[in-house]
């Protein structure tokens, strides 16, 4: 089998002067793939055959599990390392999404609910779109390229589906179902997971000291499958893989979050907590706006105040791990989003510098005046609900929410004051 796919690999590869991409999650089967592509050319460089231009990419959602996010790292590093040394013509490359389509930006910056299996918005943003833009850009410098997928029809029913109704020609090679002149090369799909795990335990990998750390992981998970680079909405989503994202909630239980914490790893815990607590808020009416952003009645975006509970739980979680969950540029990202929806305290500036993030400079707003004879709180409040719906079809779902806003004030307030 190993003979069979390298032979594989390593005729698609002389074939003609198209660029390799090979897809690397750091999963066992793109790291079983990785190998034997680097295998195949260290073995044609020895030959003194001519060498084109590859990439290894791998994507980071930046909401991985943080032992898998680290890990993957430094793969990364290790593998830059090593083709460099190597003189190898390899370019390793990690992809992230853009900030102002981060989880935490989209959450929390404009209110979106956690993903469900209907409203499943995560695995586009931060996968399919900023892996097909690079592979875009690499069609158009290249003009065509071929992508090496580690899928293998022993994963699953679907995935052996998925691979068999694939129409190829006749070099085994599949169209890319959304970038054009992409071909899609599965040189493992034949592989048994026992054959995966057997060639991990028994190989050294090029560029580092072994695959303990990698079996370690999975050991710690105790599941069968990683979350690799995905490029169709129709795919299952990381949450359904081994490793997804801590904050997936398109599942109802994170079993690999369970693993780790049952094995020890209970610095995860504020993740696992944090996670749960969206689960309990997504469709949680009083914390949603009664209407969507196009004016329609039905659950909307999470109110403002809980968009600065998520932030603020989030930074604190952030405290707990010593891990920085969510960066400045998000941070500054989430108070654009906020401006726009009318927050004029700065809020998300003022709890990252109560959590003693970096120093955010908090510019005066219009409405810090010392006669004000109004209730600033409920003003700022009210203007907020104005400014988020300013574009709305519907203005009667405007006065709806402000009139909830003032009675749920005033409630609040006569519950503090009269409780007794």
Not at 205 to 225: C, F, T
Not at 289 to 304: C, E, I, Q
Not at 332 to 352: H, R, T, V
Request: glycine content about 4%.
């Amino acid at each position: 089998m190993i003979l069979k796919t390298k032979q594989k690999i390593e005729k698609e590869y002389l074939s003609d002067n198209r660029p390799f991409v090979i897809a690397f999650s750091g999963g066992k089967d793109s790291t079983l793939l990785l190998h034997l592509f680097l295998d195949v050319v260290l073995d044609l460089k020895r030959r003194g055959e001519k060498l084109k231009q590859s990439y290894i990419v791998s994507s980071d959602t930046k909401v991985e599990l943080p032992i898998i996010e680290n890990f993957l790292e430094r793969n990364i590093l290790e593998l830059q390392d090593f083709v460099r040394k190597e003189g190898l013509p390899i370019e390793v490359v990690l992809i992230q999404p853009e900030v102002q389509s981060s989880f935490f930006s989209l959450m929390i910056g404009k209110g979106y609910p956690p993903p469900n299996r209907i409203f499943r918005w995560c695995t586009d943003r931060l996968k399919i779109r900023p892996t097909q833009r690079y592979f875009e850009t690499l069609v158009a410098n290249h003009s065509s390229i071929i992508l090496l997928l580690g899928v293998r029809r022993d994963e699953s029913e679907n995935r052996q589906k998925s691979i068999d109704m694939r129409d190829r020609n006749h070099r085994d090679l599949s169209i890319h179902d959304v970038i054009p002149n992409a071909f899609i090369l599965s040189p493992i799909s034949d592989w048994t997971t026992d054959e995966v795990w057997k060639f991990l335990r028994e190989n050294k990998p090029q560029w580092r000291e072994s695959y303990s750390e990698l079996l370690n992981i999975y050991a710690k998970g105790s599941g069968n499958d990683e979350c690799g680079l995905t490029f169709d909405k129709d795919s299952p989503s990381c949450g359904s893989s081994r490793f997804g994202c801590w904050t997936c909630t398109v599942v109802s239980k994170d079993k690999s979050m369970e693993g780790m914490l049952q094995s020890g790893e209970t610095v995860l815990e504020p993740l696992h907590q944090y996670r749960e607590y969206l689960m309990e808020i997504r469709e949680d009416k009083t914390k949603r706006s009664p209407r969507r952003k196009n004016g329609t009645s039905g659950m909307g975006d999470f109110l403002m105040e809980v968009r600065f509970e998520l932030l603020e739980k989030l930074l604190e979680a952030e405290q707990k791990i010593g891990k920085e969950l969510v960066s400045n540029s998000e941070i500054e990202q989430i108070q654009e989003f906020w401006n726009f929806d009318g927050n004029i305290d700065f809020m998300a500036f003022q709890i990252a510098n109560r959590y003693k993030r970096e120093k955010f400079q908090i510019p005066e707003t219009p409405f810090e005046v010392e006669n004000f004879s109004g209730n600033l709180e409920l003003f700022k409040r009210v203007y907020e609900i104005e400014k988020r719906r300013k574009i709305s079809r519907d203005r009667r779902g405007i006065l709806v929410e402000i009139e909830n806003r003032i009675q749920s004030h005033f409630e609040r307030i006569f519950s503090e004051n009269y409780k007794d």
